[in-house]
């Protein structure tokens, strides 16, 4: 089972990390990094890079996409290399799924239209825009596609997968092998909760 894990300049790391630790140690799981052209994709800091071992094009078949989020998805278009892949693939895929604004990406290659779907909350005006029918939860299934919202929901994404692909016994195993028990220690993960000074704070440090 090939699990075709996307890069592209300006990605964010955990965005695609998180999939990644949930589902790659899986047995029967072939997990690939591909982007635009193999080698060294830089994340959204300048500081961190993933190899990406495949072109787009060496994968034309995967049977599970996933696509991350990340301030280099602001520059994609219809025609972004990535946007093209996912167009030409998600036919034959078992799930094609997104973690944040990765889920932007899918709706510019027409797989959004009319589908409910979630990514960053600061962005789901902008998944709207693009035919996507936004909503605030944080992971969504809707038939072969699932997308997750802000960064650290692609770890529940991935959960998600692994009980769709292999059943909740191999997925909760995996929640325990990485000892995923989440226990905040501020509840302000999310604009419903945090206190708008922090909003503020934040929107101020990022455009």
């Known amino acids: 089972m090939q699990l075709a894990l996307v890069l592209y300049d300006r990605f964010t790391a955990l965005d695609i990390v998180g999939p990644f630790q949930v589902l790659a140690d899986i047995p029967g799981v072939e997990a690939v990094f591909v982007a635009e052209t193999a080698g060294p994709v ?34 994609a278009g219809p025609d972004h290399p990535v946007v093209a892949w996912l167009r030409a693939v998600h036919p034959t895929t078992t799930w094609t799924t997104s973690v944040c604004t990765g889920s932007i990406l899918l709706a510019l290659a027409g797989l959004l239209d009319g589908v409910e779907a979630t990514c960053h909350w600061r962005s789901l005006d902008r998944l709207g825009a693009l035919g996507a029918v936004p909503t605030g939860q944080r992971v969504v299934e809707r038939g072969r596609i699932i997308t997750a919202a802000g960064v650290s929901s692609g770890i529940d994404m991935g959960l998600v997968l692994a009980s769709r692909l292999f059943g909740d016994e191999v997925a909760q195993a995996v929640q325990l092998a990485i000892e995923y028990d989440p226990q905040p220690p501020f509840d302000a993960g999310s604009p419903a909760k945090a206190p708008a000074g922090v909003r503020a704070l934040l929107e101020s440090v990022v455009t």
Do not use: K, S, Y
């Open 42 to 75: 830089t994340d959204h800091t300048g500081r961190l890079t993933i190899e990406a071992t495949a072109a787009l094009a060496e994968v034309p078949a995967p049977d599970i996409v996933v696509v991350p989020g990340g301030p280099g998805e602001r520059i």
